[in-house]
């Protein structure tokens, strides 16, 4: 299994590090997931791309957050499970709705529920999500336009999850509060 180099905006290939740099803008620094994923400017430039429209679009941060780390257990991330944990839980997501998804279980909150219910048969049908899980999304409050927006979600967290499986970047000290194992069903 080849070892995948954490970059820096000093180490990373010329074509990746305006997305780095933006990515080190938006948090304060560089995920070690970001600085894997570098080694390939086509990849670091899709996720800043899909990044930037997901953060602009109508949902809230903790909306985004909520469906991120859905997508991150459902794909068994550990790494974007401890990231975004940490981030919901930044962004005012109820410790108790963090860890129910952990769990593999929806939030209390009606339309963080919605939204990961969303997500995860998304995930789990490959797409092909019936008329049901559509109409269970739209009846917590949500549009069409918004059900469509889930997609790009989804989109940008399956680029982070399953690099993250690729390359198994070490984790930063300040998510190890948030390490995650994987549950067996």
């Known amino acids: 299994m080849p070892a995948f180099p954490i970059h820096t905006l000093e180490t990373a290939p010329n074509a990746?590090?305006?997305a780095l740099q933006g990515l080190q803008s938006a948090f304060g620094f560089i995920p070690n997931i970001a600085g894997a994923m570098a080694t390939s400017p086509v990849?670091?430039?899709?996720l800043a791309a899909v990044f930037q429209n997901v953060h602009g679009g109508s949902f809230s941060e903790p909306q985004i957050q909520t469906l991120l780390l859905t997508n991150a257990v459902t794909n068994t991330c550990t790494w974007a499970v401890a990231f975004h944990s940490s981030l919901s839980l930044k962004n005012s997501v109820a410790p108790a709705d963090v860890q129910a998804i952990?769990?593999?279980?929806?939030?209390s909150d009606a339309q963080l529920a919605a939204l990961s219910r969303l997500a995860r048969a998304l995930i789990e049908k490959r797409g092909c999500i019936d008329a049901h899980d559509q109409l269970a999304f739209l009846q917590a409050g949500f549009g069409p336009d918004q059900l469509l927006e889930v997609i790009a979600i989804v989109a940008a967290s399956t680029i982070t999850n399953y690099t993250g499986s690729v390359t198994q970047p070490p984790l930063e000290p300040e998510f190890q509060p948030q390490v995650w194992v994987a549950f067996r069903e």
């Open 102 to 107: 952990r769990d593999g279980d929806l939030p």
């Open 43 to 46: 990849l670091i430039n899709c």
């Open 16 to 18: 990746s590090r305006t």
